[in-house]
């Protein structure tokens, strides 16, 4: 059951460029999102998350939009650094738990310098 | 900036020993939980837990699991009788309330069983 889907397996950008991650969404339950970052063997990084009340939030680099008319989200990050290079999650959220969490395979982003 | 801390980083045991992971949540958290990574697979909840119950359990969470809040400060997960499969990184996390409130996870504990 795939409530949530991370079509890009990874994304390939250049020092300073924008980063696009989009995310798709199923349960129109959600009303809570995420975005973590991960790097391997270590804890997923909370980067920024929106509640279904707002289509923006932003905080420095990083913006999440939310379209929920289509159950889309998407993460831009500007500039892209180097040091964002990791696994990124869209995590949703809301229905019947906040906490019990569903991670996806995610989206690896590389930033070449 | 506040963080959870997990210990031991690394933790091998034998199979069929008793196993305590051990975390400090963020100290105004009242949400604790644990998920777990398997090598190559994705992150995947085991057990919330608030006001000293379980609030909710995957189907992974079997009686060989239980959670525990000795102290104000400390949450384990205890895992009774280790076998292979258990191997993975074990993430605990915390968030301060239930609901529009990011968890806030640890760098995990990698429990190896041999």
């Known amino acids: 059951d795939q409530q949530v889907k991370q079509n890009s397996p990874s994304l390939s950008v250049q020092e300073g460029r924008i980063s696009i991650l989009n995310c798709d969404y199923t349960?129109?339950?959600?009303?809570?999102f995420l975005w973590y970052k991960k790097y391997p063997a270590e804890g997923p990084t909370f980067l920024i998350s929106i509640s279904s009340i707002k289509d923006k939030n932003e905080d420095g680099r990083f913006t999440v939009f939310l379209n929920k008319s289509a159950k889309h989200l998407s993460l831009h990050i500007v500039p892209s650094q180097p040091g964002d290079s990791a696994v990124y999650f869209c995590v949703p959220a809301g229905g019947t738990s906040y906490g019990k969490l569903t991670f996806g395979q995610g989206t690896i982003l590389t930033v070449h310098p | 900036e506040p963080e959870v801390t997990q210990t031991p980083s690394h933790q091998v045991t034998q199979m069929g020993q008793e196993v305590i992971l051990r975390c400090v949540p963020i100290s105004n958290h009242l949400y604790f939980y644990w998920y777990r990574q398997i090598l190559g697979q994705k992150v995947e909840f085991l057990v919330s837990f608030y006001n000293n119950e379980i609030s909710e359990k995957s189907e992974i969470f079997d009686d060989q699991f239980s959670v525990e809040r000795p102290d104000g400060s400390n949450f384990t997960l205890k895992i009774r009788s280790t076998k292979l499969e258990d191997s993975a990184m074990y993430f605990c996390?915390?968030?301060?309330?239930?609901?529009?409130?990011?968890?806030?996870f640890g760098n995990g504990t990698r429990l190896t069983v041999t």
């Open positions: 349960n129109s339950m959600f009303d809570y």
């Open positions: 996390a915390s968030s301060i309330r239930v609901a529009n409130s990011p968890l806030h």
